[in-house]
Structures are given as structure tokens and as C-alpha cells.
């Protein structure tokens, strides 16, 4: 499947319009399960492979894009530092 998200096509129809409504509708889910919290966070870490296609649709203040492989190399780095 993320061959087809990552070209927009699916034998050779274009599917961008659609894969942008999954996004918005998985980024209206995690909206309301942060909302549902009731807790005000400094900053909101928006990571893994596919964050940059939820990150415009996510309504959060001092949100912060990371990378796809941004949390394992920070928790190694915090391993590093903790242990080393």
C-alpha cells in the first residue's frame, strides 16, 4: 500500500484526492483523542514515516514535525547519554 500513497496512482488512476481524505480523517481521529485528554501540552511531537502527511491537518499549537526515524535515534541517543 505505500507504494500506491506515496505515488498518488493505483493502476493508473490517480488517488491523491483520496488518500488526502484518509489523512484528514486520521489526523481529525488523533485531534480528538488529544482534545479528549482535557490537558494543555507544550509542545505536540509529530513523528513517524507518514506525520508530514497529517501535520498541516492538525490544529495543535507549538506542534513540531519529526522524522520517521526521529524517536528510535532519540531514544538511542538517551540511552547513550543515561548508560554511557
Do not use: P
Request: net charge negative.
Amino acid at each position: 500500500m505505500d507504494q500506491y500513497v506515496q505515488s498518488g496512482f493505483y493502476e493508473g488512476i490517480n488517488i491523491k484526492t483520496l488518500i488526502s481524505k484518509a489523512f484528514q480523517s486520521l489526523a481529525l481521529q488523533i485531534l480528538n483523542e488529544v482534545e479528549g485528554l482535557n490537558i494543555q501540552f507544550d509542545y505536540y511531537f509529530i513523528g513517524g514515516g507518514a506525520a508530514f502527511q497529517i501535520f498541516d491537518a492538525l490544529t495543535l499549537k507549538n506542534k513540531i514535525l519529526f522524522g520517521q526515524m526521529a524517536q528510535t535515534e532519540d531514544y538511542e541517543n538517551a540511552g547513550v547519554r543515561q548508560w554511557g
